[in-house]
Nanobody, 111 residues
Framework: QVQLVESGGGLVQPGGSLRLSCAPS????????MGWYRQAPGKEREFVAS???????FYTDSVKGRFTISRDTAKNTVYLQMNSLKPEDTAVYYC?????WGQGTQVTVSS
């Protein structure tokens, strides 16, 4: 089966930046919608950002102005540039392309 492979997570200090990437391991049926979700310990998984096929983007209020979602249609890759990171951004981040989900990548923001 086709899988989504995520990378780019890690440990960063408050105010720092990380760039997450997600790409399928093979051909996929559709890339109409791509997005990122995150789940912190003890919390429900929440929407972070999405980009639809026409290029329009959406963000949850807590990341607006700090995070940017983008895509490379030729590579079927979706990115999440995260700037001005805060401790409350600490979570496992999951990418989503239509019905497919990545395995999750840990982002930890701490001094």
């Amino acid at each position: 089966q086709v899988q989504l492979v995520e990378s780019g997570g890690g440990l960063v200090q408050p105010g720092g930046s990380l760039r997450l990437s997600c790409a399928p391991s093979g051909s996929i049926f559709s890339t109409n919608a791509m997005g990122w979700y995150r789940q912190a310990p003890g919390k429900e998984r929440e929407f972070v950002a999405s980009i639809i096929r026409d290029g329009f983007t959406f963000y949850t209020d807590s990341v607006k102005g700090r995070f940017t979602i983008s895509r490379d249609t030729a590579k079927n890759t979706v990115y999440l540039q995260m700037n001005s990171l805060k401790p409350e951004d600490t979570a496992v981040y999951y990418c989503n392309i239509d019905t497919l989900w990545g395995q999750g990548t840990q982002v930890t923001v701490s001094s």
